[in-house]
């Protein structure tokens, strides 16, 4: 696919190439363009550990291989330990570096409502697209001794790129409407509203955890009086799921689902059993640290589910709350009495896109 894409790029001739690379940076079949004008890099978390290593130090290592000589490097506010990997990586290589300020920092009557509106992630990577986007409209037909920001980086301590952005309105119009499927998702269908974000390590778990709790309070009390909230979660790969959890907990949610990475059960995979280790792990988070198990509403299967598939899972939770007031019996004690159930659903991009598919539901709300 690569080799195909720059065939294309080449054939027809094209003005500008945003690429991403596919794994780290250094060793990704994408890293073999030799003069880019601008190169970014988002917040790091730990994430493909098999290919980059186990500790911060290690991936930032593996991702500023995208940093070349004459080019303009920028990035957000990271942790120490990656900034200083990223400070010798740019000496090594001389190419510039810079960090991208706070969006809330430019000088912009749209800020206000931005900040309102987003979340702090989203402000985050606005603000550095703005930032790349205004290196390459200022240097890419400029030989390298016209070009701004391409100083060769020195020191220990990343500059700020300067925040005088002469269309700064502009730039943030065009981004303002922009969203991501299965980032950041609302959909809500009759008395189910569906919170998808495909957050899959600690860092954007976070996020995602901050958003839902923001999103699921704003839905309009005097609508539904007994709102509940549940989760329906699953990983994929070798990433680890009880770190996630235990974020996950604090959301309160009345009702934990998990399911294996497949949308169908005649679908041929090994991953079969997850959805148990993942019930058994978030039930070991409600035990006392003596082994006992706590008498909460997590000791009970009736409010942790556990589905070989994820549409059994959608299928199940849409089955409870059409029926909810006709009396039916089957009906999960943690839904009786419900009149809006909030579902969140994260974990894996993989889960996200399949509900989106069995839900057939591509658009989304603000």
Known sequence: MTVMAFYIFLKENIDVVVLEVGI?????????IRNPIACGITHLDIDHIDYLGDTLEKIAWHKAGIFKRGATAI???????????????????MCSLYLAPQLQNYSTSKNCQILEEREDC??????????????????????????????????????????????????ITILEPLKLPARL??????????????????????????????????????????????LLFTVSGKRKAKAMMKILKKCHFDLAMFASNRLH???????????????????????????????????SYDTVKGFSCISNALEWCQLNMANI?????????????????????????????????SLKQVNYDD
Request: aromatic content about 8%; charged content about 25%.
């Open 24 to 32: 780290g940076g250094e060793n990704d079949c994408t890293n073999i």
């Open 122 to 171: 989203e402000l985050e990577n606005m603000s550095l697209a703005i930032q790349l986007a205004r290196v390459w409209i200022q240097n890419h037909n400029k030989v390298a001794s016209e070009r701004k920001w391409v100083n060769p980086f020195e020191g220990e301590e990343i500059p700020e790129i300067d925040k005088d952005v002469a269309d700064i309105e502009d730039s």
């Open 265 to 299: 059960v005649d679908d041929q995979t090994d991953e079969a059993g997850q959805y148990n280790d993942l019930v058994m792990t978030w039930m070991s988070l409600f035990e006392k640290e003596t082994g006992e198990t706590k008498k909460t509403k997590f000791t």
């Open 185 to 230: 998702q609302i959909f809500t269908e009759g008395n189910i509203t569906y919170y998808m974000d495909g957050a899959h390590t600690n860092g954007s778990m976070e996020c995602c955890c901050t958003w839902f709790k923001k999103k699921s309070q704003q839905w309009p009390r005097d609508q539904d009086s007994n709102i509940r909230k549940a």
């Open 325 to 357: 007031h006709n009396g039916n019996p089957f009906v999960t004690s943690a839904l009786k009495g419900a009149t809006h159930l909030q579902v969140l659903i994260t974990g894996s991009l993989y889960l996200v896109s399949h509900v989106l598919k």
């Open 75 to 93: 990035t957000v506010l990271q942790q120490d330990v990656a900034l200083k990997v990223f400070c010798e990586r740019a000496n090594n290589k």
